[in-house]
T-cell receptor, first 114, second 109 residues
């Protein structure tokens, strides 16, 4: 069973469209994240949710809106897509409150905006 | 100043070589440290945690120097399958994970 799964794996779309990426984890973790990895391969945190509550909201355009219906799901909706949004988006989860907690990643969604 | 800094490389080494990567972090209160491995077009996967006393997992050895705020990863007897990007990751407590830019390793036959 995949621990952190995200869909779709590939997303090709036109500028100006609205799209969503879904993420689910079956690890029982309390915390979920969205990371963006750009063409320079740098992984940057976008959002973090703990038990459905927004904890981290880095400087991200408000066209990006995360939604956490329950602690096992964290979806990312993007409005009015721009060329610069093209990147790989990784969902991740971790369990707060334990020693040496680790991040577990989904397999990534490669978004290409044309 | 970045939270975590790594030499991006690339490191190109022959099979069987020993290679070492270093990483520095800026927050002296950082609590947990990790090395992740990322293959091309794949997600980062945990390679090993880094403990204060240093730790070893087969051909891989990780060290932590809190006084100098750096972490190292040593790979002995490099294999072709070790070719990947190695990411240094620091946790400042709670859900604050910070990534280095990664160090690219290519092991050459």
């Amino acid at each position: 069973d995949t621990a952190v799964s995200q869909t779709p794996k590939y997303l090709v779309t036109q500028m100006g469209n609205d799209k969503s990426i879904k993420c689910e984890q079956n690890l029982g973790h309390d915390t979920m994240y969205w990371y963006k990895q750009d063409s320079k391969k740098f992984l940057k945190i976008m959002f973090s949710y703990n038990n459905k509550e927004l904890i981290i909201n880095e400087t991200v355009p408000n066209r990006f809106s995360p939604k956490s219906p329950d602690k096992a799901h964290l979806n990312l909706h993007i409005n009015s897509l721009e060329l610069g949004d093209s990147a790989v988006y990784f969902c991740a989860s971790s369990q707060l409150g334990i020693t040496n907690e680790k991040l577990f990643f989904g397999s990534g969604t490669q978004l290409s905006v044309l | 100043r970045k939270e975590v800094e790594q030499d991006p490389g690339p490191f190109n080494v022959p099979e069987g070589a020993t290679v070492a990567f270093n990483c520095t972090y800026s927050n002296s209160a950082s609590q947990s440290f990790f090395w992740y491995r990322q293959d091309c077009r794949k997600e980062p996967k945990l390679l090993m945690s880094v403990y204060s006393s240093g730790n070893e997992d087969g051909r891989f050895t990780a060290q932590l120097n809190r006084a100098s705020q750096y972490i190292s990863l040593l790979i002995r007897d490099s294999k072709l399958s070790d070719s990947a990007t190695y990411l240094c990751v620091v946790n400042n407590g709670g859900n604050q994970f910070y990534f280095g830019t990664g160090t690219s390793l290519t092991v050459i036959p």
